[in-house]
Antibody, heavy 116, light 113 residues
């Protein structure tokens, strides 16, 4: 059974940083593109970023470019999202999702709240 | 960026009746070299992550009941639930994956009448 488990969310002040993790099991993690998708409470889904299987290529939504960094460790079967200079409008549930460009697998999400 | 719209915003359907959700993209999602439409559909229930139902516009994900059917091509797509069951009450999203940024539609809420 494929499992994606996010962690690292929490309350942070504007301008602060957080690092999210997504631990994967039950799949050949190193073979798949992986993504971060966020959802504002009560609102829709927004794709944030994705990373190539070997980590050599990454892409970001314009709203997070220059502030967020996606990475992965294929030995630990874990993906990360380093979020810097956080803003109130980054408040959302962050999901990791794989594989490829449509998302067969999703984690349960981790809540990030940016507030003073 | 490709813009995705859905209609209606919500609908109430009786058990056993048909539900139809429409999705439009601002440009064609049909990739000519492989004749595939880069469009997926998801179902999301409260407190849960989205669940993939359909990809390539009409291919059902493994384990998805055959009452869920995706159709359409180019810029217009439809998700049809042929005989609504109680467990189908949810929000349904379309998503394009033609290129980045991948964009989701705003969602359609299906309620059981």
């Amino acid at each position: 059974e494929v499992q994606l488990v996010e962690s690292g969310g929490g309350l942070v002040q504007p301008g602060g940083s957080l690092r999210l993790s997504c631990a994967a099991s039950g799949l050949t993690f190193s073979s798949y593109w992986m993504n971060w998708v966020r959802q504002t409470p009560g609102k829709g889904l927004v794709w944030v970023s994705h990373i190539k299987p070997d980590g050599s290529s990454t892409t970001y939504a314009d709203s997070v470019k220059g502030r967020f960094t996606i990475s992965r460790d294929n030995v630990k079967n874990t993906m990360y999202l380093q979020m810097d200079n956080l803003r109130a409008d980054d408040t959302a549930v962050y999901y990791c999702a794989g594989t490829g460009s449509y998302f067969s697998y999703w984690g349960q999400g981790t809540l990030v709240t940016v507030s003073a | 960026d490709i813009v995705m719209t859905q209609s209606p915003d919500s609908l109430a359907v009786s058990l056993g009746e048909r539900a139809t959700i429409n999705c439009k993209s601002s440009q064609s999602l049909l990739y000519s070299s492989n004749n595939l439409n880069y469009l997926a559909w998801y179902q999301q229930k409260p407190g849960q992550p989205p669940k993939l139902l359909i990809y390539w516009a009409s291919t059902r994900e493994s384990g998805v009941p055959d009452r869920f059917r995706g159709s359409g091509s180019g810029t217009e797509f439809t998700l049809t639930i042929s005989s609504l069951q109680a467990e189908d009450g949810a929000v349904y999203y379309c998503q394009h994956y033609y290129d980045t940024p991948f964009i989701f539609g705003p969602g359609t809420k299906v309620e059981i009448k």
